[in-house]
């Protein structure tokens, strides 16, 4: 008999979603930055233990929309939350529940789909005795499967979450094959490893209006080696100075600590090309945002 359990991870931006996603799959899938809006679209993350298969839905955090990529963004979010088995919540400790989180939250019980809670961050908690009020006020506000204090950088309480997720599956067939961890194409992961990169590297708006798309992946017939073409798209003909840098400096750096992230992945030696073009506006232009594959599902 094998089991199921679809999951969405759900949250503010930065809660640290894509964080426990890479961890509860024990690879580097998802981009993660300090940076708000660092996920634009649904990520599965697929990880099977014996006769379960859970996958895990990462979804955009919730923010103010500002533009038309934010509304297909947060349209993502609640296309991934409806009709799924269970929703994992994910809140950072360290700062209250918002708006947007409680009407979330509270809708989600309303439909009866089960929530398991995560709270974030608790490394970052000056004392764990903190802990205790936080767990009472949710648990008497909400209908919760669970609440589980983690710190995913520390790798404190994945397991837990795990065991969580398990509990909720079904008997069913699996959707995936057992080894698979991702069903997102490779050609989108080397884009999102390039775009990690920038969104580290560079500040203020200059990395939030960046799109990555790699338009050439093949390996030489010849040699071991994964010539890798990507096109960095960005808002401003000023963005783009900014992004190539002094002499080229601050594009060779993001292009080289890809390349390594990139060899590190796809287990081959990378020869990795970046070009840089301006489309004014795109995140509020539909063709653009559809041509970028950032539209919800
Ligand atoms: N201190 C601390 N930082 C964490 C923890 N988990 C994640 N972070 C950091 O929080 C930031 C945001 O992490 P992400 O995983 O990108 O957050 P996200 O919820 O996916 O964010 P969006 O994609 O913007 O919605 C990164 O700098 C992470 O390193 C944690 O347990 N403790
Ligand atoms: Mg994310």
């Known amino acids: 008999m094998t089991k199921t359990v679809f999951l969405t991870i759900a949250g503010r931006t930065n809660a640290g979603k894509s964080s426990l996603l890479n961890a509860v799959v024990g690879e ?5 930055s300090s940076k708000s809006q660092t996920t634009r679209t649904r990520i599965t993350g697929i990880k099977t233990i014996e006769d379960t298969q859970l996958v ?3 979804t955009p955090g919730l923010h103010k929309p500002k533009n038309k990529l934010s509304t297909h963004m947060l349209n993502a979010v609640k296309e991934s939350v409806a009709d799924i088995d269970a929703v994992i919540f994910m809140a950072d400790c360290s700062r209250p529940l918002g708006e947007q989180e409680e009407n979330m939250l509270r809708d989600l019980c309303k439909n009866k789909t089960p929530v398991i809670f995560v709270l974030n961050k608790i490394d970052l908690l000056d004392n764990m005795s903190r802990l205790a009020p936080m767990i009472a006020n949710l648990s008497g506000k909400f209908d919760l499967e ?16 795990i065991d969580e997720a398990m ?3 079904a008997e069913s067939p699996h959707f995936f094959p ?21 969104l580290n590297l560079l500040d203020d708006e200059v990395p939030h ?21 990507a096109v960095i798209y960005c808002e ?3 963005h783009k100075g ?5 002499k080229g400096a601050m594009l060779k750096k993001a292009a080289s600590l890809s390349r390594q992230e990139l060899e590190e992945f796809f287990a081959i030696k990378v020869n990795l090309q970046c070009w840089v073009k301006v489309k004014e506006d795109w995140r509020n232009r539909e063709g653009l945002i559809r041509s970028f594959g950032l539209t919800e599902i």
């Open 56 to 58: 895990f839905m990462d």
């Open 28 to 32: 580097k899938i998802a981009s993660v």
């Open 178 to 198: 057992d080894d698979m961890i991702t069903d997102q194409p490779e050609k989108v992961i080397a884009a999102e490893i390039i775009r990690e990169k920038l």
């Open 236 to 238: 401003r003909e000023s």
């Open 242 to 246: 900014i992004i190539i840098g002094k």
């Open 167 to 169: 509990k909720l599956a």
């Open 146 to 161: 669970a609440i589980i204090p983690v710190s995913v950088t520390e790798n404190n309480g994945i397991d837990i979450v």
């Open 209 to 229: 209006g960046i799109a990555v798309t790699v338009e050439k992946m093949s390996e030489r017939e010849d040699k071991d080696l994964l010539d890798i073409h």
